[in-house]
C-alpha cells in the first residue's frame, strides 16, 4: 500500500504498527488468520510483521487475541503527540499539485 495517505501525512512516516516478540511467539496464526491486510507472514522462527504500513492507523485488534502476549504497539498518548506534530509539518508544506 505505498503512496497511500493517513490525514494528509505519509503513511510511511506514521510509526503506527504490531511490533512481535519472537521469544513469545507460538507460530499460532491466529493474528495472520483475524487481520485481512496482509500485515504479518510466517517468519522461520515466528509469526513477523511484514508489511508494517498496511496496519490500520489506531488499530489494536490483533494484540487483544494473540494468548501469549506476543503482540505489542506503541504508547497510544504518546503516539497521539507525534500524530499531532507531523499533521502540523504536513499541513505547512505547500501541494504542488494543486
Ligand atoms: S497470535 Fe501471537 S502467538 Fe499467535 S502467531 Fe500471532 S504473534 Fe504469534
Ligand atoms: S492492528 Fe488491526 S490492521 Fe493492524 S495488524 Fe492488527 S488487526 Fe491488522
Redesign the pocket.
Known amino acids: 500500500m505505498a503512496g497511500q495517505t493517513y490525514l494528509g501525512i505519509p503513511r510511511e512516516e506514521i510509526p503506527w504498527?504490531?511490533t512481535i516478540n519472537p521469544d513469545l511467539c507460538t507460530k499460532c496464526n491466529a493474528?495472520m488468520d483475524?487481520?485481512?491486510?496482509d500485515?504479518?507472514a510466517a517468519g522461520e522462527f515466528s509469526t513477523i510483521?511484514a508489511n508494517p504500513f498496511?496496519?490500520?492507523v489506531g488499530?489494536?485488534?490483533?494484540?487483544k487475541l494473540c494468548d501469549t502476549g506476543a503482540?505489542s504497539?506503541p504508547n497510544k498518548k504518546e503516539f497521539v503527540n507525534l500524530l499531532q506534530q507531523l499533521r502540523e509539518k504536513y499541513s505547512k508544506i505547500p501541494n504542488i499539485s494543486s
Request: a negative charge; one cysteine or more; aromatic letters at 20%.
Open positions: 504498527y504490531p493474528c483475524f487481520c485481512t491486510n500485515v504479518f510483521v498496511n496496519c490500520v488499530c489494536s485488534a490483533c494484540e503482540i504497539f
